[in-house]
């Protein structure tokens, strides 16, 4: 049998007889507890990464665009700058669009005082907005070379 400590009164505190075995086995962790701690701290790494790439991808394009050759059209009218210190906004394109344009863009080859300027940027960290073109098979081959996705088009 193992020895016990006997309770006694030192400076205000109250000692309270144990076994010392006893603390020994209380401090154990069962097979399946470690199993589980082993198991979430490996996993919790990616299924995070998983959770925030998921949500990054809903909200991957900032706007849809149908590209008009109409200067008439009701929308958006732009005019694309090789100079982004000039440009109202640097843009991405993306090669897919997923969904209905949001807004009909006129893109005009000569600079206007009553569009926006816009800079297509080759990456989207450059970019202010992430947008795709949904009728990109439709557009001719200055509007593509303004766009900068000759390439994209073709394939």
């Keep these: 049998m193992k020895k016990e400590r006997r309770p006694h009164q030192s400076a205000g505190h109250i000692w309270i007889p ?3 075995d006893n603390m020994a086995q209380d401090t154990k962790i069962t ?3 470690l199993l589980l701690s082993l198991l979430l701290s490996y996993y919790s790494v990616p299924l995070a990464a998983m959770w925030l790439t998921t949500t990054a991808h809903t909200s991957e394009i900032d706007l849809a665009i149908y590209v008009s050759d109409y200067a008439g059209s009701e929308g958006q009218y732009v005019y694309v700058t090789n100079n982004p210190e000039n440009a109202d906004e640097k843009w991405y394109i993306s090669p897919t669009c997923p969904g209905k344009p949001d807004v009909a863009v006129y893109i ?3 600079p206007v005082a009553m569009e926006q300027y816009i ?3 080759t990456t989207t960290s450059d970019a202010d907005k992430v947008v795709c073109i949904t009728n990109l098979t439709d557009l001719n081959d200055e509007t593509l070379r303004l766009l900068k996705i000759t390439n994209a088009a073709q394939q």
């Design 108 to 110: 005009s080859h000569m």
């Design 119 to 121: 800079f297509i940027s």
């Design 31 to 33: 097979n399946p507890q």
């Design 18 to 20: 144990v076994q010392i």
